[in-house]
């Protein structure tokens, strides 16, 4: 009798089917995409999703196809030989002089919003009359260390948001309206830029929050995903070392009962503990769950 073998991917794969080890090799080339600026955001999202899903090494193969493998450097692309000024990372590389990218926001009966890649110059000035806007410097360059956000609200509200690590200063001032300022008093990162929220008030208001950008929430729930993996494997290899000193202790002859009793209450600790952190990680996936729905209804009012 013939052995049936696994039938074949064209490219020569077989439908074997792939580990939860093999579909965190694939995740982590994911996240080292997404960190070099290879996949932005929703292709990342599509993919990391698509590789949890994978069942065999057939559905995980085409996820990193067009990506270079771990440790491997792929081609240079050609450039431009001109010279250009040498980039630093961190705060000091969003710290890039000029005048800005955009000065004014207007929102008259409607509204405006200036988000995502731009530099915020040393003085912007916003105005709204019975509309509303929104000011997002998580993901801009500034052009000073020190900027200030000008905002005029008649009937009407501002938003500014900063990320994490921005030192706010709020000097608005309110005539049956208000200035928010719940973010001052946070000290800021070494470097990081100084945000003036100035203006005036009426019959309306100026958030200012705190909030991180999309990419990081996910770089944090992911942290989080795997720090629950790595502590159910240690649970899992304790659990299993009380069994085998428990199974290796009943072939003995000349073994205490009170060494038994030992071993006994030894299982009984690790599986109870290991219920313990399974309902700690169900009510942490539900709160999971919450801010996720919270961040998505928040993202979802920002774009409206």
Sequence with gaps: MTDELPDEHPDGLPEL???????????????????????????????????????????????????????????????????????????????????????????????FE????????KRFNSFAFWGGGVIDLREANFADGEVVVNCVAIMGGMNVIVPPGVEVVVRGIGVMGGFDHREEGVEGDPGAPRVVVTGFAFWGGVGVERKLTKAERLRQKEERR?????????????LEESRRRALEGSGAGDLDHRDSLDDARSIHRAAMEQHREMMREHREARREERRERRDDRRDRRERD
């Design 114 to 121: 200036r988000k995502g890649r731009w530099t915020m110059p």
């Design 17 to 111: 089917r792939a580990s939860d080890a093999d579909r965190e090799q694939v995740a982590e080339v994911l996240r080292d995409a997404v960190a070099e600026g290879r996949l932005d955001m929703e292709e990342f999202e599509e993919r990391l999703e698509a590789t949890y899903k994978a069942r065999t090494y057939k559905e995980l193969a085409p996820i990193t196809r067009d990506l270079p493998a771990p440790g491997v450097t792929p081609p240079a692309p050609t450039v431009s030989m001109a010279k250009q000024p040498a980039g630093a990372g961190g705060w000091a590389g969003r710290i890039v002089g000029g005048d800005g990218s955009s000065r004014w926001g207007v929102a008259v009966l409607g509204g």
């Design 226 to 238: 795997l720090e629950k993996l790595e502590r159910k494997a240690a649970r899992q290899e304790e």
